[in-house]
């Protein structure tokens, strides 16, 4: 049963990233769950507000991404501006992570430097709300001259979402909330009913008027954003040369498509809109087309480490089992965007499945992009690296794909979006519902939310066990939820000192939890094996391997200098735990000899093994830590006429 979502009401009082008017679950505030500085997230967070807030902020002022404010401010010529025209984005992106991070932990530095930005922000503003640096201006093209890849609504929407997290922070008087106000009467004056029929080439704008429309207590703009979603799909968009209709998702209405297509975080945001608007209209032909668009892009369209997007010209998704590893685009806004769909259809439907497939985004996406430090990323993961990657400089990377982290990029929306990211995580860790509280992600903290106080201990995703101690629990909403992993075969569950049972993969209940109640959860983590569907060609023959919610691969600096990558084919039979990653048996065949022939022949080419020998893989997520390498995900298995005892 669907029910009013208390929190709609008091949102300006919660630091709740989403926050429909109906949901069979709800979310919690940024700061409910204290994650342990020590644990797999808690350190990503840590590392997050210490380095990579003051990174991306440094990366803005040193090419004048900020500078561009202060120049519309000061009514300069902008010819010569810096940066894309969506290089505004990136600042409001980074005022969000701000926002949550404050949110999460408040700081008196970072609360200074936040009210800076905005001001500076504030004072380029026109006086009818319209905020942007790269048009209407002098020496500029008129304001939404380029619907297609001007950005601008795309940008404001990105502000309005910064001002959503800083209002739901407890600011709904901010600066920022009413730049951003200007900023959405602006867009509903211009773009409304009878006024601009257009739409933006990037999507965004949607899901941010929606949000907005819950945080201001507007709802002309949650109005404004299914007006931009009921004229989505009808080819208004001028399109540029080399692309198409599908690209801006402007090719097919939202409630009429079958699957996403197009550029994936166009078509991710537009969805994560199209939910929040479904919801709060009640919608239920929207809802529903989004739900069989979202099943039928995750299982055909989606990468094993729930990474989507292979097709790296338009940075979008290819036909179904098109999923080629060393292809791979899964730019790290895909993840990010793909989380941010995932969670608004869970929050209406409360179906595991949704948790699972964030769950395997979290740690094999999001927590691949960036490095250790948090000063460099990753744009691209592709599942195959055939040449390791060049070592990179102190300068902005101008390619995307180059195989290791660099620290700002030309295009560099992946670092705000994995910052803005790890600052709200606790928030789609934990949710509640009517009955009581539920576990989506275990990490280790304490909760306290809605009335429960729990502290959980563990280092997963590096030990099976999962620890929950309850402290509190209300008495009518006394049911707590564990998610057990799809791929958690062989769960068990203690509750206090009775006997481990059986827990299958989805949901198990623990019914009547109290003060005192302690419940040991146990996730057998030994590596498995994972075959390819058939039908994708690119990795037809190949297996991987994953280890609990992480998947594994197989890097030349784990080889012998006289093992090639390419030279390695895994044996039958189940890899053994190494580490955090596996061993396996594998046997080394010999390359073929140097020929002029092309690569082809009428009988199957022959693998002749030149010795066995056992392979390390390690977690996917921390590929390239050690240096510029070549890595693969999916191995070939060896052909019985090469298997050598």
């Known amino acids: 049963m669907v029910l009013e979502n208390p929190l709609a009401a008091r949102s300006r009082l919660q630091a709740v990233p989403v926050v429909p008017t109906t949901s069979r679950v709800r979310g919690i505030d940024v700061g409910a769950l204290r994650m342990d500085a020590e644990g797999f997230w808690g350190r990503r967070q840590t590392v997050n507000a210490a380095a990579t807030l003051t990174h991306c902020r440094e990366w803005m002022e040193r090419l ?3 500078t561009n404010f202060d120049r519309v401010a000061r009514g300069e010529a902008l010819e010569t501006r810096t940066g894309w025209v969506f290089s505004d984005s990136e600042v409001y992106k980074l005022l969000e992570a701000m926002a949550w991070e404050l949110a999460r932990q408040p700081d008196d530095e970072l609360e200074t430097t936040f009210s800076a930005l905005v001001g500076r922000i504030a004072r380029a503003q026109d006086a009818d709300g319209y905020l942007g640096t790269a048009f209407g201006h002098v020496g500029q093209a008129p304001r939404y001259s380029d619907l297609s890849m001007g950005h601008e609504l795309y940008n404001m929407g990105h502000l309005l979402q910064a001002a959503v997290a800083r209002a739901r922070s407890g600011h709904p008087g901010d600066e920022l909330v009413e730049v951003a106000r200007r900023a959405a009467d602006h867009i509903c004056r211009e773009f409304g009913e009878g006024a601009r029929d257009g739409v933006c080439g990037h999507a965004e704008i949607e899901v941010a008027l929606a949000e907005a429309g819950r945080a201001f207590g507007e709802r002309r703009y949650l109005e404004q954003a299914r007006i931009f979603l009921t004229r989505r799909g009808r080819g208004t968009l001028p399109v540029p040369p080399l692309l198409s209709a599908e690209y801006f998702q402007d090719d097919v209405p939202v409630r009429d498509a079958s699957v996403l297509r197009g550029h994936v975080v166009r078509a991710l945001y537009l969805s994560a809109g199209a939910v929040d ?11 529903n087309a989004l739900e069989r668009q979202w099943e039928n892009t995750v299982s055909r369209r989606t990468y094993l480490t729930g990474g989507m997007g292979s097709r790296h010209q338009d940075e979008g998704f290819g036909d179904d089992w098109e999923l080629p590893a060393d292809r791979a685009y899964c730019e790290t806004c895909a993840g990010v965007a793909s989380i941010m ?14 948790p699972d497939l964030i769950e395997r985004t979290l740690f094999n996406v999001v927590a691949t992009s960036p490095s250790a430090d948090g000063r460099a990323f990753f744009y691209a993961n592709p ?18 794909e180059g195989g290791v982290r660099a620290p700002w990029f030309e295009v560099s929306c992946c670092p705000t979006n994995v910052a803005r990211t790890l600052s709200s995580l606790s928030a789609y860790a934990i949710a509640l519902d009517d009955d009581g509280l539920l576990l989506l992600q275990y990490a280790a903290g304490e909760v306290q939310a809605g009335g429960w106080q729990v502290r959980v201990q563990t280092r997963y995703p590096d030990e099976d066990r999962v620890l929950i101690s309850v402290d509190d629990a209300p008495a009518d909403a006394s049911r707590l939820r564990l998610r057990i992993p799809a791929w958690a075969e062989g769960a068990t569950i203690a509750i206090g000192d009775t006997p481990a049972r059986p827990a299958e993969p989805g949901w198990f209940d623990v019914t009547g939890a109290s003060a ?21 060609d690119g990795v037809r023959g ?30 039958p039979g189940a890899p053994t735990a190494a580490g955090d990653g596996a061993r396996a048996a594998a046997v080394v065949v010999d390359p073929a000899s140097p020929s002029a022939a092309l690569p082809y022949g009428p009988t199957p080419r022959a693998e002749i093994a030149a010795r066995s020998m056992s392979v390390t893989l390690v977690p996917y997520h921390r590929w ?3 240096g510029p390498s070549r890595m693969r995900v999916f191995v070939p298995l060896a052909h019985p006429s090469a298997q050598r005892g």
Do not use: K
């Open 516 to 536: 005192g109640t302690v419940v040991a959860l146990t996730i057998p983590r030994q590596p498995r094996l994972a075959f390819p569907d058939g039908r994708i």
């Open 383 to 400: 599942l195959h690296q055939r040449e390791a990657g060049t070592p990179a400089d102190d300068g902005v990377n101008t390619r995307a």
């Open 277 to 287: 608007v479904a919801a709060d209209t009640g919608d239920t032909e929207l809802m």
């Open 64 to 66: 004048g991404w900020l």
């Open 341 to 354: 769909f995932a969670w608004r259809l869970f929050l209406q439907s409360g179906d595991v499945r949704y």
């Open 542 to 571: 190949t297996v991987a391997v994953e280890r609990g919610p992480l998947v594994l691969c197989l890097e030349s600096v784990d080889l012998p200098a006289d093992v090639p990558l390419e030279g390695v084919r895994l044996l």
């Open 624 to 626: 390239a830590e050690r």
